[in-house]
């Protein structure tokens, strides 16, 4: 019987934990090598990856090359909602599956949202910073209570955000090509245009997948049509922002500000000019980062591919044409 080996890359998960237990107890082989434990030499993912069955994987860049040298790959277990860094057309050529975590962070995304619509709403981080200074400036904010939310993309986060907002007395708009109408009108939610979100939002939070649709939908012209007072939230993927058109934006003070958990290129690079703003509000890909989305995201990509090797259908798979289950390749 053939010993399944599994790669875990996903850098919060750690020998001993629960996912290392679930794995060695469906008896495989697991070895640890996140880019993290990868950065003091340098070792590239490709190498890596070879001569293992399944992979329980993070934001590493799962491009063709590195795919095709990990020819005894079954199952490719995201622990995450988004896959974007996985070419899922060569996981496909291969006979790999793609599987995904849907719906484990979207409490925790929702909240770190509305964290992120209140340190912009009483400027608290600029507040902290003076504070700091020795200053003791009581600058007022505003509050949530009345403002115009304009949720572009009211998918499971958008609209988990749009109940914690109406809960705050806030009036949401929505923006989606395949808007749910039963929930919108269920939680009285407008339907716009996008143009239209953009006009009138106080605050516009950005839940969308990256593709080629949404690659910079957020533009020049976008930013535009926001009002001076408006801030954007992106907890998205950065791509969907053309970050450039935004720091012009922030500059000639088109918009209040933003507040930012992905950005185009992570970490920001320190050069950044998002990095000089004090109105721009930068954390480093959080909003899915508390302990009780983890432990949920872990465990699903760890039975996705302990399913997988045992010859069993996953429960969430992005390429179910990828092959007929086998128990080995």
């Not at 340190?119 to 504070?131: D, F, K, M, T, Y």
Request: net charge negative.
């Amino acid at each position: 019987m053939t010993t399944h080996r599994v790669l875990v890359t996903t850098a919060w998960l750690r020998p001993g934990d629960h996912v290392d237990q679930m794995l060695r107890e469906a008896g495989f082989e697991v070895v640890h090598s996140s880019f993290k434990d990868r950065e003091p030499t340098g070792e590239p993912l490709i190498d890596v990856v070879r001569g293992f069955h399944g992979i329980v994987a993070g934001t590493d860049a799962f491009t063709p090359e590195v795919i095709a040298a990990a020819r005894e790959l079954r199952v490719l277990g995201r622990t995450g909602v988004g896959y974007d860094n996985i070419d899922v057309a060569a996981a496909t050529e291969h006979d790999v599956a793609v599987c995904f975590t849907p719906a484990v962070n979207r409490r925790s995304v929702a909240e770190h949202v509305l964290a992120l619509m209140l340190n912009c709403a009483r400027l608290i981080p600029q507040n902290v910073r003076s504070v700091r200074a020795g200053g003791w400036d009581q600058v007022s904010g505003r509050e949530l209570a009345g403002a115009k939310l304009g949720i572009v993309g009211l998918g499971s986060i958008g609209k988990l955000v749009a109940r914690l907002a109406i809960a705050l007395g806030m009036e949401v708009l929505a923006f989606d090509a395949r808007l749910d109408g039963e929930f919108a009108r269920e939680h009285g939610i407008r339907e716009v245009t996008l143009d239209d979100l953009l006009r009138e939002s106080d605050f516009v939070s950005l839940h969308l997948f990256l593709d080629g649709s949404t690659y910079h939908l957020i533009d020049d012209r976008a930013l535009a049509l926001m009002k001076p007072s408006a801030y954007l939230i992106n907890t998205a993927r950065g791509g969907v922002v053309d970050e450039e058109a935004l720091a012009d934006a922030i500059e000639r003070g088109a918009i209040a500000g933003a507040a930012l958990d992905v950005t185009e290129v992570e970490p920001l690079p320190a050069g950044s000019r998002l990095r000089e703003f004090g109105n721009v509000i930068v954390t480093a890909h959080i909003g899915a980062a508390t302990t009780e989305s983890r432990a949920r995201s872990g465990a699903m990509a760890a039975r996705a591919v302990i399913d997988v090797l045992n010859g069993r259908p996953p429960e969430y798979v992005v390429n179910p044409e990828y092959a007929t289950l086998t128990p080995t390749k």
